[in-house]
T-cell receptor
Framework: SAVISQKPSRDICQRGTSLTIQCQVD?????MFWYRQQPGQSLTLIAT?????????ESGFVIDKFPISRPNLTFSTLTVSNMSPEDSSIYLC??????????FGSGTRLTVV | DAKTTQPPSMDCAEGRAANLPCNHS???????VYWYRQIHSQGPQYIIH???NNETNEMASLIITEDRKSSTLILPHATLRDTAVYYC?????????????FGKGITLSVRP
C-alpha cells in the first residue's frame, strides 16, 4: 500500500488566517481525497482531488473555503481559508489504488483560536 | 449518507474473539463491504473487504450473509491494541459509489 506523508501534523492558528496542508505519496495514485473529522465525530469527505483539473467538492464544502491543488499524481494540498474556531478538526488525506483499501495519512490536527 | 448500520459500542475480553456486526440491507450487487478501524489519534486503517464470499487475512475474517444484507467482522484473538472505532462501509468501484462514506462506526473496547 502507499505511504503518505502529511504536513503539518498539528497547528494552532489565529482566526481569519489560512493554513495549507500538504499530502505527499510515495507512489503515483489515481485517487486522492481530503476528509475532515470534527471532535468526537466520524470522518466527512470534503473533496476528491483531481489531477490536472478542479477538485470535486461534496455537499456543504466549497472551493473558496477549501481550495485544493493537485499538480501531479503524488502530491496534493488542502487550504483551510479564513479560519474560525468551527474549523478546528483533524484533516486527513487519503489515497486509493484500484480495488484495494484506501490508505490514510496520520492527519493534521488543527486548532483555531 | 452511510449505507450501513452498526451498534454504537461493544466490548470483549482480551484473547477472546470479537464479532462486530454490520447491517447493509440496501447494498447493490456491485458494491463491496469494507472494514476500517481508527485507533485513537490515528488515521483510519484498512482491515479487509469482500463482495459475497467470506474473506480472511492476517488481521481478521469477514463473514457476509448469503443475501449480503449483513456482515460480521471477526477478530479471532482480540488484544488491548484492538481497542478502536471500527467502520463498516459499503463501496462500489466506479463513480460516486467509489467514495468511502463513513458512518458512526462501532467502538470496540477490549478489556484485560
Amino acid at each position: 500500500s502507499a505511504v503518505i506523508s502529511q504536513k503539518p501534523s498539528r497547528d494552532i492558528c489565529q482566526r481569519g488566517t489560512s493554513l495549507t496542508i500538504q499530502c505527499q505519496v510515495d507512489s503515483q495514485v489515481t485517487m486522492m481525497f481530503w476528509y475532515r473529522q470534527q471532535p468526537g465525530q466520524s470522518l466527512t469527505l470534503i473533496a476528491t482531488a483531481n489531477q490536472g483539473s478542479e477538485a470535486t467538492y461534496e455537499s456543504g464544502f466549497v472551493i473558496d473555503k477549501f481550495p485544493i491543488s493537485r499538480p501531479n499524481l503524488t502530491f496534493s494540498t488542502l487550504t483551510v481559508s479564513n479560519m474560525s474556531p468551527e474549523d478546528s478538526s483533524i484533516y486527513l488525506c487519503s489515497v486509493g489504488k484500484g480495488n484495494y483499501g484506501y490508505t490514510f495519512g496520520s492527519g493534521t490536527r488543527l486548532t483555531v483560536v | 449518507d452511510a449505507k450501513t448500520t452498526q451498534p454504537p459500542s461493544m466490548d470483549c475480553a482480551e484473547g477472546r474473539a470479537a464479532n462486530l456486526p454490520c447491517n447493509h440491507s440496501t447494498i447493490s450487487g456491485n458494491e463491496y463491504v469494507y472494514w476500517y478501524r481508527q485507533i485513537h489519534s490515528q488515521g483510519p486503517q484498512y482491515i479487509i473487504h469482500g463482495l459475497k464470499n467470506n474473506e480472511t487475512n492476517e488481521m481478521a475474517s469477514l463473514i457476509i450473509t448469503e443475501d449480503r444484507k449483513s456482515s460480521t467482522l471477526i477478530l479471532p484473538h482480540a488484544t488491548l491494541r484492538d481497542t478502536a472505532v471500527y467502520y463498516c462501509i459499503v463501496r462500489g468501484l466506479t463513480g460516486a459509489n467509489s467514495k468511502l462514506t463513513f458512518g458512526k462506526g462501532i467502538t470496540l473496547s477490549v478489556r484485560p
